[in-house]
């Protein structure tokens, strides 16, 4: 999974697809396939490892299923995944001028 992060307004969203235009309109992006995509503006990609992603969310669903059962407010900390900045010369991004 890809989210791009505009560095003018702070927005961040995920990339599908379809082209995706930031709050402020002065960054984009989408996928051109299913694996690469290509952005514009000042933004940074970022990565999620979908691996630690699925794990974090089935372990999350697991604990708030028994959280439930036990019926009490007991604050946790929720399960973390490994997300990253995808590098500028990574090939599956295309920067586009």
């Known amino acids: 999974m890809k989210l791009l992060m505009c560095l003018y307004c702070g927005d961040i969203f995920n990339l599908t697809h379809e082209l995706k235009i930031c709050h402020c309109g002065k960054s984009s992006g989408q996928?051109?396939?299913d694996l690469?995509?290509?952005i514009?503006?000042?933004c940074k990609?970022?990565?999620f490892s979908n691996t630690s992603f699925r794990k974090a969310y089935y372990?999350?669903?697991i604990e708030d299923e028994a959280q439930a059962k036990i019926n009490k407010q007991i604050c946790c900390e929720?399960?973390?995944f490994e997300a990253f900045f995808i590098p500028?010369?990574?090939t599956s991004i295309?920067?586009?001028k």
Do not use: V
């Open 78 to 80: 929720g399960q973390n």
């Open 94 to 96: 295309k920067r586009i």
């Open 31 to 33: 996928y051109i396939d």
């Open 40 to 42: 514009q503006g000042n």
């Open 36 to 38: 690469n995509a290509k």
């Open 88 to 90: 500028e010369y990574a």
């Open 45 to 47: 990609a970022i990565g």
């Open 59 to 61: 372990l999350q669903k």
